[in-house]
């Protein structure tokens, strides 16, 4: 199977992802991750915000790495985050149909319609523009990655992880220096791993990830 993760944001495979990630790798699977958004940390159009795009680049292929995933596996468009009227919907579109024309994945991860991020929903419509059903292809499942906040519709896929599984995505999502969050925050490691419980405990498992199937063929 070739999985294709869209991610918002460097940083949104390992903490939404991380989970399927290798499990799909474990089952023999390939996976490429295409991220959209780079942050600008303030530094916008300064020495200091080259600076900050490669640290966070190379915070990206640690990640991956932990994951699993190779450097070759893995590019950020880098557009700018926050301005999704900025981008529009053409901006992203034809680089996402690029991706999918030249990967052919089985398999694309996008992020859910209900995020109260306006990148991750401004890039669920554009990705659903480019999976439509005339332009598929070979892609047979599509899911929606839960959102951390925001409201979450009931999931209809869960990806089941050990304990071994969750400390090595907890490891990926440490590998982004600049963008680790502490209690309360739902991206703080304490509340990804309690919230694998909680979705563990909707399928019977210890730790899951959830996801609501949305499009593709049966």
Known sequence: M???IIAPHMDDEAISCGGLILRRGEMGGRVRVLAIHGRNYGFVGTVEQRRSD???RDDFFAALGA??????????????EGAPAEAGFYGLLGPIESELKSYQPDEVVIPSADDLNQDHRHLNHVAKIALRPIAIGPVTKVLEFCALDGRVRAP???????????DTKLR???CYRRERRHLPSPRAPE????QARVWGAACGQEFA???VQTLGKE
């Open 2 to 4: 070739k999985t294709l």
């Open 67 to 80: 994951l699993g995933i190779s450097r070759n596996s893995g590019h950020c468009l880098m557009v700018r």
């Open 156 to 166: 209809n896929h869960f990806v089941t992880l050990t304990r071994s599984e969750l």
């Open 191 to 194: 509340n990804v791993e309690a």
């Open 54 to 56: 490669e640290a966070e």
């Open 209 to 211: 990830e959830a996801y």
């Open 172 to 174: 990926a999502i440490n």
